[in-house]
């Protein structure tokens, strides 16, 4: 058996509390209790998955999609704050089936991309397709973010302004946001360290994230409209 789970669901002592990251935390205590009694059970924890490496087709749902999709529609981004995981979907795939069909040792599997990339670098590359995307801070960002959700009613942004507001209220400090922002994301040193029996570290030989992978998911990823703007923050 092999289940598909998160690195970002805490460890055993602290589920998450989210419903989704607390559904993955269960499973995983019941994959535990499936090896104690000698089945044959491997857990691979996924990191951010992101679109096709070649095709670009984003989910939709995803805090990635709506994260860069904000920033490619106010034409602003949080400078040197965001850093992620980045699991192109097919890589993901070819991993997983590359695990079955080589059985590892390990029971628990964190697999996830070695460097991973930063917003910076996917804005780098919007801006070579052609998208006016400007550096800020993070509460500029954020600022603008409100700005224009309140002046078009666009849904994708009201749902990302609400889980930056909800990871404000979840940390100690809840002003920092430049921190909230920091901390939204799957990075490859998120890696759990106390998730389970014979945890393996699979950050597979992958490629960079270089601008052949980005520009893609960028393309897809952009607003319906080719034009772009940048608030003053």
Same mark, same amino acid.
């Given at each position: 058996?092999?289940?598909?789970?998160?690195?970002?669901?805490?460890?055993?002592?602290?589920?998450?509390?989210?419903?989704?990251?607390?559904?993955?935390?269960?499973?995983?205590?019941? !994959?535990?209790?499936?090896?104690?009694? /000698?089945? =044959?059970?491997?857990?691979?924890?996924?990191?951010?998955?992101?679109?096709?490496?070649?095709? *670009?087709? $984003?989910?939709?749902?995803?805090?990635?999609?709506?994260?860069?999709?904000?920033?490619?529609?106010?034409?602003?981004? $949080?400078?040197?704050?965001?850093?992620?995981?980045?699991?192109? !979907?097919?890589?993901? !795939?070819?991993?997983?089936?590359?695990?079955?069909?080589?059985?590892?040792?390990?029971?628990?599997?964190?697999?996830?991309?070695?460097? &991973?990339?930063?917003?910076?670098?996917?804005?780098?590359?919007?801006?070579?397709? &052609?998208?006016?995307?400007?550096?800020? /801070? *993070?509460?500029?960002?954020?600022?603008?973010?409100?700005?224009?959700?309140?002046?078009?009613?666009?849904?994708?942004?009201?749902?990302?302004?609400?889980?930056?507001? !909800?990871?404000?209220?979840?940390?100690? =400090?809840?002003?920092?946001?430049?921190?909230?922002?920091?901390?939204?994301?799957?990075?490859?040193?998120?890696?759990?360290? =106390?998730?389970? $029996?014979?945890?393996?570290?699979?950050? $597979?030989?992958?490629?960079?994230?270089?601008? =052949?992978?980005?520009?893609?998911?960028?393309?897809?990823?952009?607003?319906?409209?080719?034009?772009?703007?940048?608030?003053?923050?």
């Amino acid at each position: 058996m092999h289940h598909i789970s998160s690195l970002n669901i805490g460890d055993r002592a602290n589920p998450p509390g989210d419903g989704y990251g607390l559904s993955k935390w269960a499973a995983e205590r019941l !994959a535990e209790r499936a090896i104690g009694r /000698g089945y =044959d059970v491997t857990v691979h924890r996924l990191g951010e998955v992101m679109p096709h490496s070649r095709l *670009g087709f $984003p989910n939709t749902t995803a805090l990635s999609y709506r994260f860069i999709r904000a920033c490619l529609t106010i034409g602003l981004y $949080p400078e040197g704050l965001v850093s992620l995981d980045y699991s192109p !979907a097919d890589w993901v !795939a070819e991993a997983i089936v590359d695990s079955v069909l080589e059985p590892r040792s390990s029971h628990m599997v964190d697999l996830h991309h070695p460097t &991973g990339t930063t917003i910076d670098e996917i804005m780098a590359c919007a801006g070579r397709t &052609g998208a006016e995307v400007k550096p800020t /801070g *993070g509460p500029g960002f954020c600022r603008a973010l409100r700005s224009r959700g309140e002046w078009d009613g666009d849904r994708s942004l009201h749902s990302l302004l609400c889980l930056i507001d !909800a990871a404000l209220q979840e940390q100690e =400090d809840q002003d920092d946001v430049d921190l909230a922002l920091s901390n939204l994301f799957i990075r490859p040193d998120d890696a759990l360290r =106390d998730g389970g $029996p014979s945890i393996g570290r699979a950050a $597979p030989d992958w490629p960079e994230i270089d601008a =052949d992978v980005l520009a893609p998911m960028v393309a897809q990823t952009a607003p319906a409209s080719a034009q772009t703007r940048a608030y003053s923050a």
